[in-house]
């Protein structure tokens, strides 16, 4: 197990995204650095997910079976309103990267992604949580796309 850095904040995190192993990936690499995780395949369990789970970032995939994670992540800002929302896709486009901006989402991020980059992200998301700042008043994260 990896050993947590006494800088890493500990925090509470949602996976969304109906690729089973992705969210398995991302659980174990945030629970080996001391995050609680929680996961879900669908836009309908991501909200149950939220039951009692006072999340401080979700990371959301854009394309769900019942949902698209632009409108899943205002649904859950409905909830959580000082979310810090990581919108990825595998269908990244100029305009979705615009609209992730327009929606003052913490970051987006192409995949495939660097799993250490996705970590250094979400970890950053927590800080800017835990700090009190805005979520609008911070700019969107465009973290680089993965060569490999």
């Avoid at 992705?22 to 939220?50: N, P």
């Avoid at 700042?133 to 993965?146: D, G, I, W, Y």
Wanted: charged share 25%.
């Amino acid at each position: 197990m990896a050993r947590k850095d006494e800088m890493t904040p500990s925090g509470h995190i949602l996976i969304v995204d109906d690729q089973e192993n992705m969210c398995w990936v991302l659980s174990k690499l945030l629970a080996d650095r001391g995050h609680l995780v929680r996961t879900a395949q669908s836009g309908a369990r991501a909200l149950k997910a939220l039951d009692g789970f006072d999340c401080q970032v979700a990371v959301v995939d854009y394309r769900l079976p019942d949902a698209d994670g632009l409108s899943l992540i205002a649904k859950m800002r409905s909830r959580l309103g000082d979310l810090r929302a990581i919108l990825m896709s595998s269908y990244g486009s100029a305009a979705l990267r615009n609209q992730a901006s327009e929606e003052h989402l913490f970051a987006y991020l192409d995949k495939p992604f660097n799993n250490d980059l996705m970590l250094e992200t979400i970890e950053a998301g927590i800080r800017a949580h835990d700090a009190g700042q805005a979520p609008a008043a911070t700019t969107t994260l465009f973290p680089r796309r993965a060569t490999t």
